[in-house]
């Protein structure tokens, strides 16, 4: 009698080796109600990766894919396959929700994790005619670009901020952020309030990973909860609109998810809450991918757990990118906060159909939900729609007594790394950085292989192995 194998084989894919960065084969199975990559290295021998812990939701991903939206050109051929020729290249499927440009290596923090390996030692920022640069091209590239997130480094430190902000603003950009630590935000009330002349159409992106000092000690190296309170303080003073946005390691800050949450509904300036697990590339102290590492649906999990607020249908994979992430949208009302997401026909956010929502309740409050989520645009409003912030949200009508600060976002973003790399993800990434070169190359990949010194091992790794996969 011939054996079972212990799994279920259900996909194939392309990963690669996390020693070596070699391409390989790899297998998606189902083994004790998780999800695994199962993968082997003819040098490094095999791995097995856990990818999720709830099958449903993995394949209910696969049923939230539309259309893939394309850039207005690609930056880079097709030689080598993915992920050695980023690009963009025309095999990509996504054009840039999101790109990142960053304008600076330097940091006043030397956080233990840091994708960007950014510290106070690095003394180097992106010149204007270099910023300028990278700019024509993202704007080339998207001829109006949803959002582009200036970074770093900690991009307040740049002796040019508010010029660069005026460069970005000057062009068809729909949303600007700003990524920071918020140490210039807490200690310089006049730069907060310079910041908020820039609204609207502007956001910071404040980094808040937990209310502890023990884990802000271990991801940031310092204890940072008087820095957040001072920060926050300023930014509700000028309603300056805020994502928080929190880095999970596991067993460290993932048991505050709710609280981050509430926070965050009670706070004039926030807009919502990215969490983002790490990402196992750049500067990782103290961080071991085996035991602390957090997959998606293990966050979307702790959100329902803990949030008091988002059940499972009102935390959906978003269709530009599923496997990465993840929504859910909340309206602040005077009755309370009520969940949106699931009020949605999902096809809306797979053909563009106009809303049909099903919701029981008061009717007045019904019509002013239906009216949020029209596709009757205002052009008069001054608030932003969602689908400018995220490509594959439905069009919002956002009407005086229903603004841009009644909506509240949580968003799961998970960024692939060496071991749990899938290459029909990758394809799908719609956040992106700006290569000083003018290159456009997702985030994932970058970070692997494409920033600073790596690409001089990339080079290798596509005389070796370019022309395998």
Same mark, same amino acid.
């Given at each position: 009698?011939?054996?079972?194998?212990?799994?279920?084989?259900?996909?194939?894919?392309?990963?690669?080796?996390?020693?070596?960065?070699?391409?390989?084969?790899?297998?998606?199975?189902?083994?004790?109600?998780?999800?695994?990559?199962?993968?082997?290295?003819?040098?490094?021998?095999?791995?097995?990766?856990?990818?999720?812990?709830?099958?449903?939701?993995?394949?209910?991903?696969?049923? %939230?894919?539309?259309?893939?939206?394309?850039?207005?050109?690609?930056?880079?051929?097709?030689?080598?396959?993915?992920?050695?020729?980023?690009?963009?290249?025309?095999?990509?499927?996504?054009?840039?929700?999101?790109?990142?440009?960053?304008? &600076?290596?330097?940091?006043?923090?030397?956080?233990? +994790?840091?994708?960007?390996?950014?510290?106070?030692?690095?003394?180097?920022?992106?010149?204007?005619?270099?910023?300028?640069?990278?700019?024509?091209?993202?704007?080339?590239?998207?001829?109006?670009? =949803?959002?582009?997130?200036?970074?770093?480094?900690?991009?307040?430190?740049?002796?040019?901020?508010?010029?660069?902000?005026?460069?970005?603003?000057?062009?068809?950009?729909?949303?600007?952020?700003?990524?920071?630590?918020?140490?210039?935000?807490?200690?310089?009330?006049?730069?907060?309030?310079?910041?908020?002349?820039?609204?609207?159409?502007?956001?910071?992106?404040?980094?808040?990973?937990?209310?502890?000092?023990? @884990?802000?000690?271990?991801?940031?190296?310092?204890?940072?909860?008087?820095?957040?309170?001072?920060?926050?303080?300023?930014?509700?003073?000028?309603?300056?609109?805020?994502?928080? $946005?929190? &880095?999970?390691?596991?067993?460290?800050?993932?048991?505050?998810?709710?609280?981050?949450?509430?926070?965050?509904?009670?706070?004039?300036?926030?807009?919502?809450?990215?969490?983002?697990?790490?990402?196992? @590339?750049?500067?990782?102290?103290?961080?071991?991918?085996?035991?602390?590492?957090?997959?998606?649906?293990?966050?979307?999990?702790?959100?329902?757990?803990?949030?008091? +607020?988002?059940?499972?249908?009102? #935390?959906?994979?978003?269709?530009?990118?599923?496997?990465?992430? @993840? #929504?859910?949208?909340?309206?602040?009302?005077?009755?309370?906060?009520?969940?949106?997401?699931?009020?949605? =026909?999902?096809?809306?956010?797979?053909?563009?159909?106009?809303?049909?929502?099903? %919701?029981?309740?008061?009717?007045?409050?019904?019509?002013?939900?239906?009216?949020?989520? *029209?596709?009757?645009?205002?052009?008069?409003? *001054? @608030?932003?729609?969602?689908?400018?912030?995220?490509?594959?949200? !439905?069009? $919002?009508?956002? !009407? /005086?007594?229903?603004?841009? =600060?009644?909506?509240?976002?949580?968003?799961? #973003?998970?960024?692939?790394?060496?071991? =749990?790399?899938? $290459?029909?993800?990758?394809?799908? *990434?719609? $956040?992106?950085?700006?290569?000083?070169?003018?290159?456009?190359?997702?985030?994932?990949?970058?970070?692997?292989?494409?920033?600073?010194?790596? /690409?001089?091992?990339?080079?290798?790794?596509?005389?070796?192995?370019?022309?395998?996969?």
């Amino acid at each position: 009698m011939p054996k079972n194998r212990p799994y279920l084989f259900h996909e194939l894919t392309n990963s690669i080796c996390s020693t070596c960065y070699r391409k390989l084969e790899a297998k998606i199975v189902f083994q004790d109600e998780k999800v695994y990559l199962l993968k082997r290295c003819p040098t490094h021998g095999p791995e097995k990766v856990l990818i999720s812990t709830d099958i449903e939701y993995y394949k209910r991903c696969r049923e %939230f894919i539309k259309p893939s939206e394309m850039p207005l050109r690609w930056n880079t051929p097709i030689r080598y396959g993915c992920p050695y020729d980023c690009g963009l290249c025309p095999d990509h499927e996504q054009h840039s929700c999101l790109t990142l440009l960053e304008i &600076t290596d330097q940091c006043n923090l030397e956080c233990p +994790i840091c994708y960007a390996e950014s510290s106070p030692k690095r003394q180097t920022w992106r010149s204007l005619a270099q910023i300028e640069k990278m700019l024509d091209a993202i704007v080339t590239n998207e001829g109006e670009p =949803d959002i582009i997130q200036i970074s770093g480094g900690e991009p307040t430190t740049h002796p040019h901020f508010f010029k660069i902000l005026d460069m970005v603003k000057s062009r068809p950009v729909k949303h600007i952020m700003v990524n920071t630590n918020g140490l210039r935000i807490a200690s310089d009330r006049k730069f907060v309030k310079q910041l908020a002349s820039y609204l609207p159409g502007f956001e910071i992106y404040l980094q808040f990973d937990s209310f502890e000092a023990e @884990a802000l000690e271990d991801l940031r190296g310092v204890d940072l909860r008087e820095v957040r309170k001072k920060a926050i303080q300023h930014l509700n003073e000028f309603n300056l609109s805020t994502t928080l $946005v929190v &880095t999970l390691k596991k067993g460290l800050n993932d048991q505050e998810i709710g609280k981050i949450i509430q926070y965050g509904l009670k706070q004039k300036a926030v807009r919502g809450v990215t969490f983002q697990p790490i990402q196992a @590339a750049g500067r990782l102290n103290s961080y071991d991918p085996a035991t602390d590492r957090l997959t998606l649906s293990e966050v979307r999990q702790m959100i329902i757990d803990q949030s008091e +607020i988002f059940q499972a249908e009102d #935390m959906l994979p978003v269709p530009c990118h599923p496997d990465a992430l @993840a #929504m859910g949208y909340a309206l602040k009302t005077d009755e309370g906060v009520i969940p949106l997401t699931g009020l949605i =026909d999902p096809d809306i956010l797979l053909k563009g159909r106009r809303n049909t929502i099903v %919701f029981e309740g008061d009717e007045e409050l019904k019509a002013r939900i239906f009216e949020l989520f *029209s596709t009757n645009h205002s052009p008069h409003s *001054s @608030a932003l729609s969602l689908k400018q912030l995220l490509c594959c949200l !439905p069009l $919002v009508s956002t !009407p /005086e007594e229903i603004g841009y =600060d009644r909506v509240f976002r949580v968003i799961i #973003m998970q960024f692939l790394d060496a071991y =749990d790399f899938d $290459v029909r993800s990758v394809k799908k *990434s719609c $956040v992106h950085i700006a290569h000083p070169d003018g290159r456009i190359i997702p985030f994932d990949t970058y970070n692997l292989f494409y920033r600073d010194e790596k /690409e001089k091992r990339l080079k290798e790794l596509q005389a070796l192995y370019g022309n395998e996969g």
